[in-house]
């Protein structure tokens, strides 16, 4: 069983920036893919980012250049940074954790999820 914990959503200007965190616990942390992906309301849920096992990142095109994912295997944690946000980047910001071995962009391959955390951009 793996528990994950977001934090860090909130009220931000156009232009402003955010730093998401999400905590993993109950597996170790660096077997599995870690991703991103946010649901705004009414919508799917769209793919942000990953990191694979080894470091590797990938990005949706609409938020590549502005996010940067990482990942923290000391504190089991896996970050999101958003600079340049837009008013289309409002959504709830799930993190998920995937078990297999290739990084994926589909949310019906990740095993655990995260509570979501808010993130909202005025114009």
């Known amino acids: 069983q793996v528990q994950l914990v977001e934090s860090g959503g909130g009220l931000v200007q156009a232009g402003g920036s955010l730093r998401l965190s999400c905590a993993a616990s109950g597996r170790t942390f660096g077997t599995y893919v870690m991703g991103w992906f946010r649901q705004a309301p009414g919508k799917e849920r769209w793919f942000v980012a990953a990191i694979s096992r080894s470091g590797g990142t990938y990005y949706a095109d609409s938020v590549k250049g502005r996010f940067t994912i990482s990942r923290d295997y000391s504190k089991n944690t896996v970050y999101l940074q958003m600079n340049s946000l837009k008013p289309e980047d409002t959504a709830v910001y799930h993190c998920?954790?995937?078990?297999?071995?290739?990084?994926?962009?589909?949310?019906?391959?990740?095993?655990?999820w995260g509570q979501g955390t808010q993130v909202t951009v005025s114009s």
């Open positions: 998920a954790a995937d078990l297999g071995h290739s990084v994926s962009t589909d949310p019906n391959n990740y095993d655990y």
